[in-house]
């Protein structure tokens, strides 16, 4: 069985988790009746944790799934590999039905392709910070100087560099985060689930960890699935983001459109204290070169305007409008394409682009 795309790692296609002893017959009657999360609970005894969710993640990104807690969330991405048994749907890594799987070439999928990073490190306290790093790879069988050489050279890919041989009591926890996440990327994984591995720390830590996570990744393109119950978070480090509740993803979509463009009043709360300046960006806001000319008392000429381009935030045009009458004009290559003004700005601002 292949996915649709040859860039899609993974795929879920229509996957259920109800938890209780009466599950089939819950999943039966939401089937037949769309009974909410709350109706299951009361005719059956049972929990919806993931309800008809369908995704796709492409080679290379970071895909944030963000929610409450009790959305579905962390329970979601423990179906990647098979740490949870779905109650019905599919999961496809690579192409591969992962449900499909014997238990030897499921060990090793979960070795050889998926690393996980979670907030609790559950690193081993009576090993070194090399050996907790190499773990993976002494559990391939790889022989001592290759796994000490593989170790060391992502210790210090993480900035742990020098600290190989202290133990995990040692380490502050921003640290010892480093080591977790070493320890999964040691193992050279084509995915990386992540499971709100910064939440505990301080922000100032966890924006430290979010940048070198996000240079790491830019690098070393690894397909992430990231969870987080934080919007900055998400907003910061997701090329997409699957916003969860009671089960079901509501909205899908760059993190400037599911600012821009909230699909409901749930997501609409989620994003009304986010800034725009830094997603919003100019081919949003900016009206066509001829519409504007042709409003009335607009100016004919656009000679002497501030430019910038289609892809500079709000922030930059902000930057640009300032002690400027005249409007920006948005170039692709040479050839203008739009023009903001700063009436076009505030209703980006605002959100009303």
């Known amino acids: 069985m292949t996915t649709d795309s040859a860039n899609e790692v993974v795929v879920t296609r229509n996957v259920w988790k109800i938890f209780g002893e009466r599950a089939d017959a819950a999943m039966e009657a939401c089937l037949r009746a769309n009974l909410s999360k709350a109706e299951v609970l009361d005719r059956f005894e049972a929990v919806v944790g993931v309800r008809d969710v369908s995704v796709s993640v492409g080679e290379g990104e970071i895909f944030c799934i963000m929610g409450l807690s009790g959305s579905g969330k962390s329970t979601l991405v423990r179906h990647i590999n098979r740490l949870i048994e779905p109650t019905a749907g599919r999961i496809l890594i690579n192409g591969t039905d992962v449900g499909s799987l014997d238990l030897e070439p499921l060990r090793a999928l979960r070795a050889d392709k998926i690393g ?66 070493a320890r999964a990327m040691a193992a050279n994984p084509d995915i990386l689930l992540m499971d709100e591995p910064f939440s505990a720390l301080d922000p100032l830590i966890r924006r430290n960890l979010q940048d070198e996570f996000l240079a790491l990744s830019k690098s070393m393109k690894k397909t992430t699935l990231f969870i987080t119950h934080d919007l900055d978070e998400a907003i910061r480090m997701g090329s997409r983001i699957a916003i969860m509740k009671d089960g079901e993803i509501v909205q899908t979509g760059s993190p400037e459109v599911i600012v821009t463009e909230p699909a409901d009043d749930y997501v609409s709360d989620f994003v009304a204290g986010i800034s725009k300046l830094k997603l919003v960006y100019a081919h949003t806001v900016m009206q066509p070169v001829d ?35 005249r409007p920006i004009v948005i170039m692709d290559d040479s050839t203008p394409i739009g023009v903001v003004t700063k009436d076009d700005l505030l209703r980006g601002i605002q959100g009303e682009a």
């Open 116 to 181: 996980m990073v979670f907030q609790n490190m559950a690193l081993l306290p009576h090993r070194t910070v090399r050996d907790n790093v190499a773990f993976a790879l002494e559990l391939r069988n790889v022989d001592a100087f290759t796994r000490t050489k593989v170790a060391n050279d992502t210790i210090e890919l993480v900035g742990l560099e020098g600290y190989g041989d202290r133990m995990p009591s040692e380490l502050s926890g921003g640290m010892q985060q480093r080591v977790g996440l």
């Open 291 to 325: 519409q504007y000319r042709n409003r009335a008392g607009a100016l004919t000429t656009l000679e002497g305007c501030p430019t910038a381009g289609p892809e500079d935030d709000l922030d930059t045009l902000v930057g640009l409008a300032v002690d400027q009458e």
